[in-house]
């Protein structure tokens, strides 16, 4: 009788600890589920950088814990959340998750390139998805030919962006924008950016383009520069509506 249970202990605990091992591979991230209750946890920048390689996480639920510093990622390293190429492009791929900042700040979002497009640390931001209580510090983007170029986000495709704001540079061709590149159809509430902005064509401290979409309550403070369709705020707005501003 007792070699059994010896037997059937040395089963449980095997059992356990193979569990134990199980959860600890699948675990993503610094913890969570990415469910609405239980967001995936981001507290690292690997964290961070790692949500651009699930494409099956675009509609989760995630929370930033902490500020997160992303000078380690320089050049094109980091992996732009959600995928912008061309309007009604198949390759699309747009985040349509909720990603609470939790008022912490990603610092030193930095991306050089002479030609890269469709630049941000969300390339697409699409219907029903949610950006909120995020602060970008220090962001330096230079991409020389650049097109779709925003520190936040490139395109905003009918979500909302609301409570965010960006510091820093960027610089790029056409459709550049402070913190968005283009808001087609978007909602952006309570955002602001600091930084200088610079550009050929819809160059906006805010929004590159507001295209059917809403801003209000946001306001800019950078220096813009550009040569047709320049705005402090917004750079080219095609029935939109700007308010509070």
């Not at 814990?65 to 198949?90: C, E, H, S």
């Not at 330096?140 to 097109?147: A, E, L, S």
Request: hydrophobic share 35%; charged share 15%.
């Amino acid at each position: 009788m007792r070699q059994e249970k010896m037997k059937n202990h040395s089963l449980v605990v095997a059992v356990m600890t193979f569990l134990s091992m199980t959860s600890a591979a699948d675990a993503k991230y610094s913890g969570g589920t990415g469910e609405p209750n239980d967001p995936y946890r981001i507290a690292t920048a690997e964290d961070l950088n790692d949500i651009g390689n699930h494409l099956e996480d675009f509609d989760k639920h995630f929370i930033l814990v902490n500020d997160v510093n992303l000078a380690d990622y320089t050049g094109m390293q980091f992996k732009i959340i959600g995928r912008w190429i061309y309007y009604y492009d198949p390759n699309n791929r747009p985040f349509v998750g909720v990603f609470d900042g939790n008022d912490n700040a990603i610092w030193n979002f930095t991306l050089n390139s002479d030609s890269r497009d469709c630049v941000g640390l969300f390339g697409y931001l699409g219907e029903g998805g949610v950006i909120k209580n995020l602060g970008l510090e220090n962001v330096d983007i230079n991409v020389v030919n650049g097109i779709w170029v925003g520190s936040l986000v490139v395109f905003n495709g009918g979500g909302t962006i609301n409570n965010c704001y960006s510091t820093g540079m960027v610089s790029a061709a056409t459709f550049v924008g402070g913190l968005v590149g283009e808001n087609e159809e978007g909602t952006i509430t309570n955002c602001y950016s600091l930084g200088s902005v610079s550009g050929e064509n819809e160059v906006g401290g805010l929004v590159a383009v507001n295209s059917l979409g809403t801003i209000t309550d946001s306001y800019s403070t950078g220096s813009v520069s550009g040569s047709m369709h320049v705005g402090g705020l917004v750079g080219y707005s095609y029935q939109g509506a700007i308010t509070g501003c």
